[in-house]
C-alpha cells in the first residue's frame, strides 16, 4: 500500500525519487509569489468547500490535511445531534448538492493543489485542481451555484482570479442557479436527514433483501460503517454481516487499535469512503443494521477474508443472504496462507473415518439431536451436528434442583421443557421408519460425563434433517470457537435458517404463547381405575408408542386424554426378553425387536378393555390394519393366554395362532399335535349352522364392512321419522344451542337432504367439528353444532341398523382396493340380501352374504380377483373353505383383477428393514 499510495504523489514524469513531501511544511503567508503545487489524493469531502487530501504512504496509513477552498463558502450540512449538542440541524439549501457535487468529482482522484494562507486556528485555505485539463474546482463550484463568494476574502484589492471569480457568479446568479434560486427552488433543497431508526427491523423488512443505494460517510473499523441510505437519507451504521475485524479499544481518552486494525480500516477506507455502494439489509443488533456491502469491483467482505483482515463469526454468518461459500472460500484462502490474523494458525488433523458415507434406516428418535439407525444389520446412534435441542428455562431450573434430594439431579420429563414435545414429535413423524442418507461429519471424544458421539448431517432426499428442524425453531445452532473446525458440512446453511426462524419468532426463539404441556404418567391402579370407564366407552383411541418393555408390553401415550399409560396386549403372552440381571428367554429378544420396528414412536390405534392388579391397562393396539397381538402369533413369538376367549379378536387371535402352529414356526418349532383331539374331532364333526335373514344395506363402510337394517324395520324408521318431524315442526330446535357429547344419542341434520336423524356423537372436537354416525342408516359425517338438537322424547329407542363384516374377505393391496370398494357398493348398497352369521370376534358378527339371485357375494368377488380370502381352520367351515379357496385358484388362473400380474402373496419382499408381519 505505501508503494502504491506513494506513486500517486509523483510529478508527471517524475520518478519515484522525486516524490514532493507535501505534508511536511506549512504553507506560507500570502504574497505576490505563486503557491508552490503540490500534489495528493481527495480521502473524502466534509462539505462543499471542505475537502481531507492524503500523502504518500510510508509503511502504513498515509499523511493526511484538510484543506478549505480559498475565497468560497459552500451551504453547511445539518449535524448529527451528539451528547454534547442533543439538537438536530437542518441542511442549509443545497448543502447536500454541493457536497455530492464535490464528491463525486473528487474522492478518490489524483490532484494538484495549492496553499493560498493559513489562518491562527491553523486551518488551511488555496486551490484545487483535477483531470488532465487542470479544472479549478472553486470555479465549478460557483458556476454551479452551489458555493457564494466569500466577503471580504482578500487583501489589498481583488486579484485577477477574484475578478474572473466574481464574473462566474454572476453568471449563476443571472441563471438563479444553486443557491441563487427562487425561496421556494431553495426550500425544495433541503434534506430532511433521519439519523434515528425508530424501528430498524421494519426497514429491514420492507427492503425485502434488495440492493439499496448508499453513500459511505465514514468508517470505524473494517467492519462497521456509517452510510447514508438513498433516497430517504437514513443515516445509519452498517455491521457487515459475518465477518469481525480488529477494532480500536477504548483505553483512557485513548483508542488503541489492536493488530491490523488500523491496516484493515485503511483497506475499506481507499476502497469505499464516500463512494457509491448498494446495501443488502441482513439483520439487526440493536440499533445498528447487519448487511453486506457491494461495491461494483466486488463485496469488500470477501475481500477483507481473503487479505486475512477478518475472520468469520457465527453469530451474525447466518444474516449473510447470499456468497456464504465464496466468504468461506475466502477465509480458507487466507488460513492456507497464513496471511495477517492467520499467521499462527495451525491446521487440525482430522480423524480418518471408516464408512463416513451411508444409507440407513431410522429406528428411533431418542431426542430432538439424537436418532437410532439401523445400517447393516446393526443399530448406531447417531448425534445431529451443531445443533441444540431446546433447554428449560434458567429460572426452572432451580427449583427443580432444590426439589430433588441431596446429591441427586431431579430429571425433567421431555414434555415439560418449553418447545422439546413439537421438536421430538416433528422428528418421530419425519423419521421414523424413514430411509435417510447419512454423513459422518466428526466424532466427539468422551468427556464431562458424556461418551462418545458420532456427529453426523441427516438427509431425506435432498432435505437437511437438521436444517428443517432449526428452521422451525425446534433447535439452536451451537457456536465454536476459533480453533474449533469440527462441525456440522452444511454449518452455514443452519446457521441461516436459525437466522430466518429467529426473524419470524418461530419455536424457541417466541416471545409468547409457549406452548404448556401437562401429561400424566398413570402409574397406580387407583387412577388408572378412575380412566377405565371413559377408555372403554371411546373404543379405538390415537395413541403413540413411546417405548416398548417387552414383545406384550409397551408404554403408550394418548394424546387425546394428555396421559401415558402401560398397555398389556390382551389374550396372549410373550417370552420374556433379556435385561441385564436376566437372560432372555427363548425368542424373547426376537419378539422384542418385532414390536419395536413395527410400533415404536408409531401413531397406533389402542382399545382398552381392562386393567390389571397393577394398574396397567389390557387391550389391543392397531398398526394401520394389522392387529400387533395378531402379528405376534403369526410369527412365531407369542402364544394365546388362557383368558383370550373373554377379550375381543379371540377369533382373530386363535386363527394367527394356528397359522404359525400350521408351520411349526419359531416356539413351535417342536410342537406335536394332540392325537387324542384330532381323533375326538373326527369322531364328532361340527356342522355348519345355516340361518339366513333377510336385510336391507343401507351403507358400505370399507372393503369388507357394511350396516344394515332388518327387512322388517321399514315401518319402524317411518314411525322415528315422523315422530321427529312433527316434533321439530312444532317446536323448531334452537341454531347452536345443543352442546354435544360424546357417546350420546341425537338429532343431527343431514347435510344431503336438510332431514333430521337419529345419531349418535362419535368425537367432538369444539362445537365446529362434531363425528357422528346415523344409527339407523351407519353412514358417518362431520357436523357444526348448529346441524345437532336434542331429540324429541319417544325416539330413543335402538338402532335399526347393524354393522356387519364379510367373512373370510381381506381387503386387497394398494390401489385394488378402491376397485374392490366399487364392486361391493354395486353387489349389495341399498339391495335386499339374505345373510348368515358364520361366526363372532366380539360384538362384531362376521356373515356371508346371499343376492336376489341367491349367489355367494363374497366367493363372487374372490373369483372375480377383486378380493382374497383368508382361510379359518375351523372344521364345520371346511367345505365351505374348499368352495372359496377353488374360487380363488380360478381367478389366479385366469389372471383377474389383482392377480392380473401373477400371485400377490409371494412378495414379502423387506421394504426399508421392516418385513411384513
Known amino acids: 500500500n505505501a508503494e502504491y499510495m506513494g506513486s500517486l504523489f509523483r510529478r508527471p514524469g517524475h ?9 511536511s511544511a506549512a504553507a506560507p503567508a500570502p504574497s505576490a509569489q505563486a503557491p508552490k503545487e503540490q500534489y495528493g489524493r481527495v480521502k473524502q469531502v466534509l462539505s462543499g468547500d471542505t475537502i481531507i487530501i492524503q500523502g504518500p504512504a510510508r509503511g502504513g496509513p498515509p499523511p493526511e490535511r484538510t484543506l478549505s477552498l480559498s475565497g468560497i463558502s459552500a451551504p453547511r450540512l445539518a449535524r448529527r445531534p451528539n451528547p454534547k449538542d442533543p439538537s438536530e440541524s437542518k441542511d442549509e439549501p443545497f448543502a447536500w ?22 489562518v491562527p486556528s491553523g486551518r488551511e485555505f488555496g486551490n484545487v485542481f483535477v483531470g488532465p485539463n487542470k479544472e479549478n474546482v472553486t470555479q465549478a463550484l460557483v458556476k454551479e451555484g452551489l458555493a457564494a463568494i466569500r466577503e471580504g476574502s482578500g487583501k489589498g484589492g481583488p486579484s485577477a482570479q477574484a475578478v474572473e471569480l466574481a464574473g462566474i457568479a454572476s453568471g449563476a446568479q443571472s441563471a438563479k442557479k444553486g443557491v441563487h434560486g427562487s425561496p421556494e427552488s431553495l426550500a425544495a433543497h433541503v434534506r430532511n436527514v433521519v439519523w434515528t431508526l425508530e424501528n430498524p427491523r421494519a426497514l429491514v423488512d420492507s427492503a425485502k433483501g434488495k440492493p439499496i443505494d448508499a453513500v459511505v460517510e465514514s468508517v470505524r473499523d473494517g467492519a462497521t460503517l456509517r452510510v447514508t441510505l438513498l433516497p430517504g437519507h437514513q443515516n445509519v451504521t452498517v455491521v457487515l454481516s459475518g465477518i469481525k475485524t480488529p477494532t480500536f479499544k477504548k483505553v483512557g481518552d485513548k483508542d488503541v487499535p489492536e493488530p491490523y486494525a488500523e491496516e484493515a480500516k485503511f483497506f475499506v477506507e481507499t476502497r469505499l469512503l464516500q463512494r457509491d455502494v448498494k446495501i443488502v439489509l441482513e439483520g439487526v443488533t440493536g440499533q445498528n443494521l447487519l448487511g453486506t456491502v457491494l461495491h461494483p469491483k466486488g463485496n469488500i467482505s470477501e475481500l477483507l477474508l481473503e487479505n486475512g483482515y477478518a475472520k468469520i463469526v457465527d453469530w451474525s454468518f447466518g444474516n449473510v443472504t447470499s456468497g456464504r461459500e465464496r466468504l468461506r472460500a475466502a477465509e480458507n484462502t487466507a488460513k492456507a496462507n497464513k496471511t495477517r490474523l492467520w499467521t499462527d494458525h495451525k491446521v487440525s488433523e482430522k480423524a480418518m473415518i471408516a464408512d463416513r458415507d451411508f444409507t440407513a434406516v431410522v429406528e428411533e428418535v431418542v431426542n430432538p439431536e439424537c436418532v437410532v439407525v439401523s445400517h447393516n444389520g446393526e443399530s448406531k446412534k447417531l448425534f445431529l451436528s451443531s445443533i441444540r435441542q431446546p433447554r428449560p428455562p434458567k429460572d426452572e431450573a432451580a427449583p427443580a434442583a432444590t426439589a430433588a434430594p441431596a446429591g441427586a439431579k431431579k430429571r425433567q420429563n ?10 421430538r414429535d416433528f422428528m418421530r413423524k419425519k423419521l421414523v ?3 435417510v442418507q447419512a454423513h459422518i461429519d466428526f466424532i466427539k471424544p468422551a468427556a464431562d460425563g458424556f461418551p462418545t458421539r458420532v456427529c453426523a448431517t441427516l438427509k431425506v432426499g435432498d432435505i437437511n434433517v437438521a436444517e428443517a428442524l432449526v428452521s422451525k425453531g425446534f433447535a439452536t445452532v451451537v457456536r465454536y470457537r476459533e480453533s474449533e473446525e469440527d462441525r456440522a458440512s452444511d454449518y452455514d446453511d443452519l446457521l441461516a435458517a436459525e437466522a430466518r426462524a429467529a426473524k419470524n419468532l418461530k419455536g424457541v426463539h417466541a416471545q409468547k404463547d409457549i406452548p404448556v404441556h401437562r401429561i400424566n404418567d398413570i402409574t397406580t391402579r387407583a387412577i388408572a381405575e378412575k380412566l377405565l370407564p371413559s377408555f372403554t366407552r371411546a373404543g379405538r383411541l390415537h395413541a403413540v408408542v413411546e417405548h416398548v418393555q417387552s414383545g406384550s408390553r409397551l408404554r403408550v401415550l394418548i394424546p387425546k386424554e394428555s396421559s401415558i399409560i402401560t398397555l398389556l396386549l390382551a389374550g396372549i403372552s410373550c417370552p420374556r426378553s433379556g435385561s441385564a440381571d436376566k437372560p432372555a428367554e427363548p425368542y424373547g429378544d426376537e419378539a422384542l425387536a418385532l414390536t419395536r420396528s413395527l410400533a415404536l414412536q408409531h401413531d397406533v390405534e389402542v382399545e382398552i378393555e381392562e386393567i390389571d392388579k397393577n394398574g396397567a391397562f389390557v387391550g389391543h393396539l392397531y398398526i394401520g390394519s394389522t392387529n400387533l397381538s395378531a402379528a405376534l402369533l403369526t410369527n412365531g413369538y407369542a402364544k394365546l393366554h388362557p383368558s383370550s376367549e373373554r377379550y375381543k379378536n379371540s377369533g382373530t387371535l386363535g386363527v394367527a395362532e394356528a397359522e404359525a402352529k400350521n408351520v411349526r414356526k419359531n416356539i413351535w418349532a417342536g410342537f406335536v399335535e394332540p392325537v387324542a383331539e384330532v381323533k375326538q374331532a373326527e369322531e364328532e364333526p361340527r356342522q355348519r349352522k345355516l ?20 327387512s322388517s324395520a321399514s315401518s319402524q324408521l317411518d314411525n322415528i321419522m315422523q315422530t321427529i318431524s312433527s316434533a321439530f315442526e312444532q317446536n323448531p330446535p334452537l341454531a347452536g344451542a345443543r352442546t354435544a357429547k360424546r357417546g350420546e344419542l341425537i338429532a343431527a341434520k343431514f347435510s344431503a337432504d336438510g332431514q333430521w336423524y337419529r345419531a349418535r356423537v362419535l368425537k367432538v372436537q369444539g362445537q365446529s367439528a362434531i363425528d357422528v354416525v346415523y344409527v339407523d342408516f351407519g353412514n358417518k359425517e362431520t357436523l357444526t353444532n348448529e346441524s345437532i338438537a336434542a331429540l324429541p322424547s319417544g325416539v330413543s329407542g335402538p338402532a335399526l341398523a347393524s354393522e356387519y363384516r364379510i367373512a ?8 385394488w382396493a378402491a376397485d ?12 335386499t340380501i ?9 360384538p362384531t358378527e362376521f356373515v356371508t352374504i346371499l343376492d336376489e339371485n341367491n349367489q355367494d357375494v363374497g366367493k363372487e368377488l374372490v373369483e372375480q380377483g377383486q378380493m382374497t380370502f383368508k382361510a379359518r381352520s375351523s372344521a364345520h367351515l371346511a367345505p365351505l373353505m374348499n368352495e372359496y379357496g377353488t374360487a380363488q385358484q380360478n381367478a389366479k388362473a385366469a389372471r383377474q383383477g389383482i392377480w392380473m400380474y401373477g400371485d400377490i402373496s409371494e412378495d414379502d419382499a423387506k421394504e426399508f428393514g421392516r418385513g411384513r408381519p
Open 414 to 423: 421431555y414434555w415439560e421443557i418449553p418447545w422439546m414435545f413439537e421438536a
Open 691 to 710: 340361518d339366513y335373514k333377510s336385510v336391507l344395506v343401507t351403507e358400505v363402510s370399507d372393503t369388507t364392512t357394511f350396516w344394515a337394517q332388518d
Open 834 to 842: 339374505s345373510i348368515n352369521v358364520e361366526y363372532r370376534d366380539g
Open 15 to 23: 520518478t519515484s525519487r522525486s516524490r514532493i513531501p507535501a505534508m
Open 820 to 831: 374392490a370398494l366399487a364392486s361391493l357398493r354395486d353387489s349389495i348398497l341399498n339391495h
Open 97 to 118: 448538492e454541493s457536497r455530492e457535487f464535490l464528491r463525486k468529482l473528487l474522492v478518490g482522484k489524483d490532484i494538484v493543489f495549492t496553499v493560498e494562507y493559513k
Open 808 to 815: 373370510f374377505l381381506v381387503a386387497p393391496p394398494g390401489e
Open 433 to 435: 421408519g424413514q430411509k
